[in-house]
């Protein structure tokens, strides 16, 4: 029991200060947990200087990154997550269509070609994307080099929703299929 809590301790303690060395590429609580609350930030800047605030949709291209940046993102507004190229999920019954077309977006993916691709099929327009590298945070140990961002996220600004936001099966015999989702 007492190795159960050093162990768990330690754990805790690396969590919150990073003090054991760990590489990069093997730190999955850094890759996991660490870089949110400052792409949220940049995301509800990004929101505030587009040009109508107002009618302009928070967007991620997965599950994931839409809930985080939900968390994230001052004010916490509602979010989207554009489902139509992986799999359904809960966004599909938040969000219709209707709800959003016409309306600009600022959204966020891994890739950075994704408004040439993706978005494209989904709205009229969007602009280059913004980079946003995020780096392990480090307590105690300092590297003579610098690490490279742990990871980088990619944020979009995209005008005039044209629809489609939800999953669309690449086989209607798919067992996720209903009949209400057939097009």
Do not use: C
Not at 26 to 43: M, P
Not at 49 to 63: E, I, K, Q, S
Not at 160 to 171: E, Q, S
């Amino acid at each position: 029991m007492g190795s159960a809590y050093l162990i768990t301790a330690v754990i805790l303690v690396q969590v919150v200060w990073p003090v054991i060395p760990i590489p990069q590429r093997l730190d999955r609580i850094s890759q996991e947990l660490v870089g949110w609350d400052t792409l949220g930030q940049r995301a509800g800047e990004l929101m505030a200087d587009m040009p109508n605030p107002d009618r302009t949709f928070l967007f991620a291209l997965a599950y994931q990154e839409a809930s985080q940046l939900a968390f994230y993102t001052p004010g916490q507004p509602r979010t989207v997550a554009i489902n139509k190229w992986s799999r359904p999920n809960v966004y599909d019954y938040w969000w219709r269509d209707e709800d959003l077309i016409g309306w600009a977006g600022v959204g966020v993916s891994y890739g950075a070609n994704e408004h040439e691709t993706r978005l494209a099929e989904v709205f009229e327009r969007v602009d280059p994307p913004v980079a946003v590298p995020i780096y392990r945070r480090q307590v105690f140990w300092r590297r003579s080099v610098p690490e490279p961002p742990l990871k980088v996220y990619y944020l979009y600004r995209a005008y005039g929703f044209k629809g489609g936001l939800r999953w669309v099966p690449p086989d209607t015999d798919d067992v996720r299929v209903s009949q209400k989702e057939m097009p």
